[in-house]
C-alpha cells in the first residue's frame, strides 16, 4: 500500500500536494489519531505513548502534562522526526520547567516515516539535571541522546 500511495502523491500536480495534506490531516482527526491541526508529529507521539503505556491523554487544555496514568502520574510527551536534512534529537522546549508540573518526560524518536526507532521514560528530576535555559525562549531545551537516555533512572521502552 505504501508504494501506491507514494507513487499517487508523486504523480500529483503541486498545487494537490497541500490539499492531499490537508485531506490527510482531516481524516487523522477524525480517527482521533491527532487532537490538533498543528503538526501532527507531537499529536501522533502523544496518541502512541498513551496506547502503549496505557495512559489517559489529558484535556487540551491541561498545562504542562499530556497524559496521565492510572496511578495520578503525569506525563509531558516530547517527540522528534529524523530525516535527511534534520537530524537533530532536540525535542520540543519546556515552559516553566520549575514548576513541576509532571513527574516524567516520555521522549519519542521516529524515522522519517514516523516509525518509532526509540521511547524512554525520564523522570522529572533527570529531566531538570539535563535541561539547559534558553532566555530567548523563556524554556528549557533538552535532547533525547546520551547521557540523560543513558542515566540509570531512565526507562527505555521497546519499540
Known amino acids: 500500500m505504501t508504494d501506491e500511495i507514494r507513487s499517487l502523491i508523486c504523480s500529483a500536480a503541486d498545487d494537490d500536494l497541500p ?51 492510572p496511578d495520578g502520574r503525569r506525563y509531558q510527551v516530547k517527540s522528534r522526526r529524523l530525516t535527511k536534512q534534520n537530524a537533530s534529537r532536540q525535542l520540543g522546549f519546556l515552559r516553566k520547567l520549575e514548576m513541576r508540573e509532571f513527574d516524567a518526560l516520555v521522549a519519542v524518536i521516529f524515522d522519517a516515516q514516523l516509525d518509532v526507532l526509540e521511547m524512554w521514560e525520564i523522570p522529572y528530576d533527570v529531566v531538570v539535571e539535563h535541561a539547559k535555559y534558553v532566555p530567548t525562549v523563556n524554556g528549557h531545551r533538552v535532547f533525547a541522546k546520551t547521557p540523560m537516555t543513558s542515566d540509570p533512572r531512565v526507562i527505555s521502552h521497546p519499540v
Open 19 to 69: 490539499r492531499i495534506w490537508a485531506i490527510a490531516m482531516e481524516e487523522m482527526r477524525r480517527r482521533d489519531l491527532v487532537r490538533s491541526s498543528n503538526n501532527p508529529v507531537a499529536d501522533i507521539a502523544e496518541a502512541l505513548v498513551a496506547k502503549r503505556l496505557g495512559l489517559t491523554l489529558a484535556p487540551k487544555v491541561a498545562r504542562g502534562y499530556d497524559a496521565e496514568g
